[in-house]
């Protein structure tokens, strides 16, 4: 196994299993938001992760490393502290009971997380079993 240890698929299997633990995260807190549409003074939540994630790959301090093609992820090793946070919308109001959730946003928020997130497990799958492959192969 030593031959894959310092391999690029361990980093992109990181960020990954961080962005499906975000995206369920985010699942959570809309399920939440649904839940309390009716329920005054409930402000609606959100999680904040992609602009975590891509100040960590793009925005990050230089690591020594060489990219062969601008396409690939930069490396970094900020990647793997990245932690999503539940954010409240409370600048913001919907009714007149201060309620900020709009039932019909929140169902396309969901089903937009729901292919994201559907996307992320397929990839993530693939990267699995191509791996699997090749320590088959041996």
């Not at 402000?43 to 230089?62: H, S």
């Not at 502290?81 to 959730?101: G, L």
């Amino acid at each position: 196994m030593e031959l894959f240890e310092n391999h690029y698929s361990f980093q992109t299997r990181d960020i990954l299993y961080t962005t499906m633990s975000a995206f369920s995260l985010r699942h959570a807190a809309i399920a939440q938001n649904i839940a309390n549409v009716d329920t005054p003074y409930y402000k609606r939540k959100d999680v904040l992760f992609e602009n975590y994630l891509r100040a960590a790959l793009y925005g990050g301090p230089d690591v020594r490393s060489q990219r062969t093609n601008d396409a690939h992820i930069p490396f970094s090793t900020e990647v793997i502290h990245i932690k999503p946070t539940i954010h409240a919308e409370t600048d913001s109001r919907y009714r007149n009971d201060y309620n900020n959730v709009d039932i019909d946003r929140e169902m396309a928020i969901m089903a937009k997380n729901q292919l994201s997130y559907n996307a992320i497990v397929g990839f993530a799958s693939s990267l699995n079993q191509s791996l699997q492959s090749v320590l088959a192969a041996k």
